[in-house]
């Protein structure tokens, strides 16, 4: 089946320094990646939504200018925490969206990163 | 996306079927139900998902109302590695892709 890949599994960083998690999708292009940020014992919550060769859309409340996304190619999109604080630390998931219509299975979740800024 | 309402826990005897049931009642007419299972400290794993109809993989049996405004999630012999947040979202249309979660089911499997 589909499979997509987070790198790294976790990261230790120090606060004030930028941290850069890639999410690719191994054997399927997609034009639509999504990256989840999930706090302890709380659901998943959307960030964005990255657009390969466009400009990420960020939800509401997400700053663009700290959580930068760049998804340079069909099967890489990479999220990068800038400035990062302790309160930044989390589980962040991507997900990929294989090409096709709407409906069916075609969204596949990473296996997550955890990010602990010390 | 349509909103999702799942009771917060539920246990199951190991061996036993478990029903997990979720309330889509806003679901639009080109929204399927999706079902992804969350182990801890992983990402979303895909179970099933359906439109209106009830459909069975080798995981799970999904059970869709005739109105689709619930549906319930059925693993026939629920064993101690099924314990895991459940989440039920809708998704489909104009937003295909981007999934809203809620606060999903913990089940805990228990020998």
């Known amino acids: 089946g589909a499979v997509v890949s987070q790198h790294p599994s976790w990261v230790i960083c120090k606060s004030g320094t930028s941290v850069k998690i890639e999410c690719r999708s191994l054997?399927?292009?997609?034009?639509?990646m999504f990256w989840y940020r999930q706090f302890p014992k709380q659901s998943l919550m959307l960030m964005a939504t990255?657009?390969?060769?466009?400009?990420?859309?960020?939800e509401q409340g997400v700053e663009k200018d700290k959580f930068l996304i760049n998804h340079a190619s069909l099967t890489l999109s990479t999220l990068t925490v800038t400035s990062a604080h302790p309160e930044d630390s989390s589980f962040y998931i991507c997900?990929?969206?294989?090409?096709?219509?709407?409906?069916?299975?075609?969204?596949?979740f990473g296996e997550g990163s955890w990010l602990t800024v010390v | 996306d349509a909103k999702t309402t799942q009771p917060p826990s539920m246990d199951c005897a190991e061996g036993r079927a478990a029903n997990l049931p979720c309330n889509h009642s806003t679901i639009s007419g080109n929204e399927y139900v999706y079902w992804y299972r969350q182990i801890h400290s992983q990402g979303p794993q895909y179970i099933i998902h359906g439109l209106k109809n009830n459909e069975t993989n080798e995981m799970a049996s999904l059970i869709i109302t005739e109105d689709r405004k619930s549906s319930t999630l059925i693993l026939p012999h629920a064993t101690l590695r099924d314990t895991a947040v459940y989440y039920c979202?809708?998704?489909?249309?104009?937003?295909?892709?981007?999934?809203?979660f809620g606060d999903g089911t913990t089940l805990t499997v228990k020998p």
């Open positions: 990255s657009n390969e060769g466009s400009k990420a859309t960020y």
């Open positions: 979202i809708v998704r489909g249309g104009t937003n295909a892709g981007k999934s809203t």
């Open positions: 054997d399927f292009q997609a034009t639509t």
């Open positions: 997900s990929a969206r294989r090409g096709g219509g709407p409906a069916g299975n075609t969204i596949y």
